[in-house]
């Protein structure tokens, strides 16, 4: 059979993933955060694209808000996406935002009309002195963050106190070698060999230098281990006995709740033991952390369901989420008539008119995506708004993308880092994708996170005297119409972080004695 070369024509279709398609599915997955620095970082490069105030027309557009009924049919939405009404992004040409500010006076003799020429005759001389003052020679409003007090750090407050215990010059350098190798929960991290190479100086006298910094407040800081951490907080307590020493000595028998081996070593009855057991509760493990300076990012929904006057839900997307990206038509017309058409620079503004357009109307088809299937979700767990977790349905991304005729990792990344406020609480949206445990009864099947929830609730409420087995739990869940295996409730019970039914009835005990001393 011979080999021959030939040359055909042939039609075929495949998907290519251009670099503006793969920006936009992008897009999808970023928080709200993320998003407004990729934007911030469109803008600096492309002169047409501008950011709205935030007080700019409300913010909302046609489609940033619908009703959904309880009987999972739509209703009308406020804004039909077809009715030709424009983009959640504003397209549109900036107007002189300046005139209007011109025709407003803001100054002192307006708005204190009785007060501004006293005020800039007698003190000139402070407000030129403020900078951030209205008025100053900075021009500038005052911002009140400028004049809230710091929070003290852990570091602050122990070199306040190091100049009282410690009375020598080199002792205090060598403290503050040894505050500099503390971690944020107050632990030393450093070797102490090491921090007296460096200073030349003997490890008896870093040592001593220690003993005394482990004597400031908070009780327990400057400590190399769990153990002795625990040991200098009961020291300062005046609790430290050879029976408290074996039990802080061997808390890898107390992780493992091995409460027999304990009381043959600390020579201690049951009682006892409970009663220590109730006093190392009392402890802190982290001293450090109540000085944590970080601060926390409170989480923003991007979408909000509050319940409609008929019954039905509202469902909007969050305006603070949702960046005003506009297009400065006027700047492209007045460069564009000045430049050749064959020229560099009209390129360039052409290449940027093309990135604003695509920007806005991705911003936009991003927006409709969210509510698409903020809106499906909220059809499918309507029981959860109305009663509760008890009443969380199944749900995969297949049914949620079937229904709104979208593949499913589309879903998969709308959903990712995206929060939903509701009358319940503020929850993830895969929060409400849940697998299926089947029902005993052969009716309709169970969510994982309702059955989760139901063993947690049994065993926050079980009695101490009568604490729930893992069987008892099977057999309460079944009575309940979940068909539920053994082991089943107990990987449940270990991925909540729950012991077994012999640990909690230790610690159970241990914690009725702790509130009842």
């Known amino acids: 059979m011979a080999l021959a070369a030939s040359l055909f024509l042939r039609q075929s279709q495949s998907l290519v993933m251009t670099p503006q398609l793969m920006q936009s599915i992008q897009l999808l997955q970023m928080t709200h955060f993320e998003l407004n620095q990729f934007i911030e970082q469109e803008v600096e490069k492309n002169p047409l694209l501008e950011i709205a105030p935030a007080d700019d027309g409300g913010g909302g557009g046609p489609s940033d808000h619908i009703l959904v009924n309880d009987d999972r049919g739509p209703a009308e939405s406020m804004g039909n996406e077809d009715a030709g009404q424009p983009d959640l992004y504003d397209n ?43 008025g100053s020679e900075a021009g500038e409003g005052y911002d009140l963050d400028d004049f809230v007090a710091a929070r003290k750090t852990l570091r602050d407050i122990l070199n306040e106190q190091i100049p009282f215990a410690l009375a020598s010059p080199i002792d205090r350098l060598i403290a503050q070698h040894l505050v500099d190798q503390l971690d944020d929960a107050g632990y030393l991290q450093g070797n102490i060999a090491e921090t007296a190479l460096k200073l030349a100086k003997p490890v008896a006298e870093v040592e001593r230098v220690l003993a005394s910094l482990q004597q400031l407040e908070p009780h327990g800081v400057f400590a190399r281990s769990l153990s002795e951490c625990l040991a200098l907080q009961l020291r300062a307590l005046d609790r ?23 009381k043959k070593l600390c020579g201690v009855g049951e009682e006892d033991l409970l009663d220590m057991l109730a006093e190392i509760r009392k402890l802190d493990p982290k001293p450090g952390t109540r000085y944590e300076t970080g601060a926390s990012e409170a989480v923003v929904p991007d979408i909000i369901v509050r319940a409609a006057p008929d019954g039905s839900w509202h469902i909007e997307l969050n305006a603070d989420t949702l960046p005003r990206v506009l297009v400065n038509r006027d700047y492209y017309a007045n460069v564009s008539s000045r430049t050749r058409r064959d020229s560099e620079d009209h390129g360039f503004l052409n290449e940027c008119l093309q990135t604003a357009n695509w920007l806005t109307r991705s911003l936009d088809q991003r927006a409709r995506t969210i509510m698409k299937v903020a809106t499906e979700i909220v059809r499918q767990q309507d029981a959860f708004l109305m009663h509760g977790v008890d009443h969380l349905r199944p749900l995969n991304l297949k049914t949620v993308a079937d229904a709104i005729k979208m593949h499913e990792s589309t879903v998969s990344r709308v959903t990712s880092n995206k929060y939903m406020l509701t009358p319940r609480g503020l929850f993830e949206l895969k929060y409400f994708f849940t697998v299926s445990i089947g029902s005993a009864e052969g009716g309709d099947s169970h969510s994982a996170e309702s ?67």
């Open 451 to 517: 059955v989760r929830h139901r063993i947690r609730t049994m065993i926050t409420q079980e009695d101490p005297a009568a604490v729930l087995s893992d069987d008892d739990i099977v057999d309460a869940l079944r009575k309940g119409g979940v068909d539920l295996a053994r082991r089943t409730v107990a990987k449940y019970r270990e991925a909540m972080n729950i012991p077994s039914s012999v640990q909690r009835r230790r610690e159970k005990r241990a914690l009725a004695r702790a509130t009842a001393s």
């Open 92 to 134: 549109a040409t900036m107007g002189s935002a300046g005139d209007a500010s011109e025709t407003f006076d803001g100054g002192l003799d307006n708005v204190f009309p009785d007060d501004a020429g006293p005020r800039a005759a007698d003190a000139p001389e402070l407000i030129g002195q403020w900078k951030s003052m209205p």
């Open 240 to 262: 430290f006995d050879p029976a408290m020493a074996a039990l802080v000595g061997n808390l890898e028998l107390l992780a493992r709740r091995d409460f027999a081996t304990l």
